[in-house]
């Protein structure tokens, strides 16, 4: 093992990512007194005592780059000491160097005390030791594979296996270069949880990176090396080749996107192959931490312009339940809460029976340094719940905010809640949040919609950072201790039941950064298992209460559930599918319906507009002879919205399902869970499925506002089963719109609604339109995860994109850009931070510092209130 050096010259810089420091509070007079007397073999020894706390065992922090590492107690027994009279000898302390910092690289390591004092230890040979730099290399070797060009950036992953210990550790050097020249340095330190769960390693393992602008416009074909340092091993993978577009060919593309843009925005798929042409520029999850760097300093500012100023303010107590937390990460987490912007707030630390007593003595001494910081210490472990429900009990503020043992605040975030909260009167608010890893890099950001509650039932999206009215929360009964690991779950939803949706606001800001851990669910959703069992009965339970039959479980190994009403009523749907030729997949749709449908009551509308075909009058003769089925011939030019309310004119049935003929089913269940969703709340007017692409990859999963222009399809091309962004996939969800493609109306919600428009949007946006006047009446649409059919797009007509229709075309964009203009640029359910140029839960948009004024407070919901979905680009509306 390197030596360790004996002192350094410079002071490290603090990571841009590290949070604010606490200020330091009046203290009493004190000198440090002790000595470094052993750096080697990646440990310090030494000996340090407070000399106005001399009986008890001096805490110091060690800090490394500006993080907090480890809080060590100098209480190990040095008898050489004797000879200087101390009223004991329990003052030696040992520090090891975590491996994680064993990496080759030049590091800075700090000491201070618990209330953030820097201290300096003389040490041999003369010197004082503000500070530490080091640099150790373990023997390691190395695994990792670059994965190639994803979402318009080369990505891969490495681990260094320790080879003594065989553990596997993220955080290694990764150099780029190019014939021989290097190009780039990068850290492998971004969340991987597929390399974690499939080696049991490290999740901090990733990189991922694109080419500098020069390079990008050389032109030509480039080669790239990717090898791990200090060895300078080759990635599995490397070299990979990436084709760069010359200036002349660069200006070309950039040209025709623009026209693309000019002459019609809703052409979606076009717009996307030519910017994939281009490398990735911009912003997208993959790159987080850069534009987290870019909008985070922001942040006030918006919240500020948004919610405006807070003439009081109410003591928010913030509760913790503390249980055998890392002690450096712990300590983070207290100077987070002491940071606060807002100052006026109680932090209650309960210790849950740790049996440690260095956290014991730590913990009083944070509450030493600030009386607004209270401990209790119960002494045998009752859980979490148990614990913060004691915090609850001692909780003198108006509001309560909820905080965990190990995570971390953004400095305004009690500010931005209680600004927020007198802005809108809400009583329950959550905002946006992302996860903090060991070295106080930010990752996985989870931007949410608004109020969402059918999402709630599938999944905890509200999660961190929740603050509520104490009041309500006593009233709720507080935490259930059956349910720990969803113990939070369960309180929201008996929130959620004493609440109108008015009542509960989302502030669209990342306030709370979660620590990424082994043992916690931040790590891994497989990490507690129990958690997610805890989880399906806290939402059984709910349902229950509410008095609705349902069945819930788990999906997969998922912390997410499938909530499957089991409603009894059967009030009959009328299924309405318009065609024009192609009869053989008219017939193949019909027949999949009669051979799988189960248990509801329907009837089949076939809408004939105008069919030439010559097998066409005998196919509506044979289906016109079967019971309950109808052939309505509509002989007018194509006009999806008339041939739709001219069916819903001769429906007989309480519910009506729009179908394209291009859509065929499988499941038993497929139109009795659409009507369940539909039966189990009055207020839900419409129920849109999950529909497949042949090649079994997602085409709608919902419909997101504003994306592209007017509209846009979420997770399209996505896998069929995987879960998305944030399970958004494959969780029910309230949205804004879903596709008609196949889409269950309620007939009196329709009714308010009006139809479809006839006469403006004859064929693109009806069904959006629709969705959005079903909205205004007050009613909910729901995206239904679990109807999933396949659909054959674009089988049943020609290109409607041609220049006799593009005026058409253009004119409808226009109609829905004058009539919902100002609900375009606002889904309540899809997060404000995500682009609305593309790339649909991908794409991040930052808002410069010019913008922030132009931010709008709160205004009541032209909407009832829910969280957003996905919607299909401007697009054309299909009949058979």
């Known amino acids: 093992m390197a030596r360790l050096p004996a002192s350094g010259a410079g002071r490290a ?145 490495v681990l260094q296996v320790d080879e003594r210990t065989g553990q596997k550790a993220g955080g290694a050097r990764v150099v780029v270069s190019t014939n021989g020249q290097p190009v780039a340095e990068l850290m492998a330190d971004q969340f991987r949880a597929d390399v974690a769960e499939a080696l049991g390693a490290d999740p901090a393992c990733g990189f991922s990176w694109s080419p500098p602008p020069e390079l990008r416009r050389s032109g030509g074909t480039l080669s790239f090396d990717f090898h791990v340092m200090p060895g300078r091993v080759a990635l599995r993978g490397s070299p990979v080749e990436l084709r760069m577009p010359g200036s002349a060919e660069r200006e ?76 450096g990460a712990f300590v983070t987490a207290v100077d987070s809460v002491r940071a606060q912007t807002y100052r006026n707030w109680e932090l209650i630390l309960v210790d849950d029976g740790s049996g440690d007593a260095r956290l014991t003595a730590l913990m009083k001494r944070l509450a030493d340094a600030d009386p607004r910081i209270r401990v209790q210490i119960r002494k045998a472990n009752a859980g979490i719940a148990a614990a913060t429900n004691r915090a609850i009990e001692a909780a003198t503020g108006d509001f309560i905010a909820f905080f965990d043992h190990d995570d971390v605040l953004e400095p305004c975030a009690l500010d931005a809640m209680m600004r927020a909260q007198a802005a809108t009167g809400a009583r329950l608010l959550y905002s946006d949040e992302d996860k903090i890893d060991r070295r106080g890099a930010f990752s996985e950001p989870n931007f949410k919609p608004d109020f969402n509650y059918r999402l709630l039932l599938d999944l905890n999206y509200i999660c961190h950072l929740a603050v509520a009215e104490a009041a309500l929360v006593r009233a709720a009964g507080g935490l259930d201790p059956q349910l720990d690991g969803a113990q939070d779950h369960d309180l929201l939803l008996r929130l959620v039941e004493r609440l109108g949706a008015h009542e509960i606001h989302h502030v669209p800001e990342i306030l709370y950064h979660w620590r990424i851990t082994a043992q916690s669910t931040a790590g891994s959703g497989a990490a507690k298992p129990k958690a997610a069992l805890a989880g399906a009965a806290a939402v059984a339970a709910h349902l229950k209460r509410r008095g609705l039959a349902a069945r819930t479980e788990r999906r997969g190994g998922l912390t997410c559930y499938r909530t499957s009403f089991r409603m009894s009523e059967d009030p009959g749907v009328s299924i309405l599918i318009p065609y024009r030729d192609h009869i053989g997949m008219t017939r193949a749709c019909v027949e999949a319906i009669r051979d799988v449908t189960r248990g509801t009551r329907y009837e089949i509308l076939l809408l004939d507009n105008w069919s030439q075909d010559e097998e066409a009058e005998g196919f509506a003769v044979e289906q016109g002879n079967l019971p309950d089925t109808r052939v309505i011939r509509i002989a ?245």
Not at 68 to 73: E, M
Not at 303 to 327: E, K, N, Q, T, W
Not at 706 to 729: C, E, M, Q, T
Not at 795 to 819: P, V, Y
Request: aromatic share 8%; charged share 25%; with cysteine.
């Open 252 to 327: 070309r593309i950039e040209g025709l996107i623009e026209q693309a843009d000019d002459l019609f925005r809703y052409a979606y798929r076009l717009r996307r192959e030519l910017k994939a042409v281009l490398p990735a520029e911009g912003h997208s999850l993959a790159s987080y931490r850069s534009w987290a760097a870019r909008s985070q300093p922001l942040a006030e500012a918006r919240i500020a312009a948004r919610y405006g100023a807070r003439a009081d303010a109410p003591l928010v107590s913030v509760i913790c339940p503390v249980y055998r937390p890392d002690h």
């Open 636 to 880: 007018e030019p194509f006009n999806y919205s008339r041939i739709n309310n001219r069916g819903v004119e001769a429906a007989r049935h309480p519910f009506l399902l729009f179908m394209n003929n291009d859509v065929f089913v499988s499941d038993p269940e497929w139109l009795r869970t659409m009507l369940n969703e539909a039966l189990a709340d009055p207020g839900v007017g419409a129920v849109g499925a999950k529909l497949l692409y042949p090649n079994e990859t997602v085409q709608h999963a919902g419909v997101v506002l504003g994306v592209g222009g007017i509209a846009d399809h979420s997770f399209r091309g996505l896998p069929a089963d995987k879960p998305g962004y944030i399970a958004n996939a494959i969780a029910c969800r309230e949205v804004s719109a879903v596709t008609a493609a196949c889409m269950l109306v309620r007939r009196e919600a329709f009714a308010a609604a009006g139809g479809f428009d006839e006469d403006g949007l004859s064929v693109a946006f009806n069904d959006v339109d629709l969705c959005m006047k079903i909205r205004q009446a007050g009613y909910r649409i729901i995206f239904s995860a679990d109807t999933v059919c396949e659909h054959r797009e674009s089988l049943s007509r020609g290109d409607d994109f041609d220049e006799s229709k593009l005026a058409r075309f253009m004119l409808e964009n226009e109609t829905m850009r004058e009539r919902w203009d100002e609900a375009l640029k606002r889904d309540p359910f899809y997060n404000p931070h995500f682009s609305r140029e593309g790339g649909v839960y991908r794409d991040l948009r930052v808002i410069d510092p010019a913008d922030v004024r132009r931010v709008s407070p709160p205004a009541p919901a032209r909407f009832p209130a829910a969280p957003a979905a996905a919607a299909p680009k401007p697009r054309r509306r299909q009949a058979g």
């Open 13 to 157: 810089k603090s990571k841009p990512s590290a949070p604010r420091a606490a200020p330091a509070p009046t203290m009493p007079a004190s000198t440090i007194l002790g000595f470094l007397d052993r750096i080697e073999d990646a440990t310090l020894a030494g000996w340090a005592v407070d000399t106005a706390d001399i009986d008890r065992p001096l805490a110091l922090r060690v800090l490394i780059d500006g993080q907090v590492a480890d809080v060590i107690q100098c209480d190990l027994d040095r008898p050489d000491l004797r000879r200087l009279s101390l009223p004991n000898t329990k003052v030696g302390f040992q520090f090891a160097i975590p491996a994680m910092h064993q990496d080759g690289l030049r590091h800075v390591l700090t000491l201070a005390t618990v209330d953030g004092r820097p201290v300096g230890l003389p040490g041999r040979g003369g010197f004082v030791l503000p500070e530490l730099h080091f640099c150790l290399a373990r023997q390691v070797r190395v695994d990792g594979v670059l994965d190639g060009l994803v979402d318009g950036l080369i990505q891969g992953w």
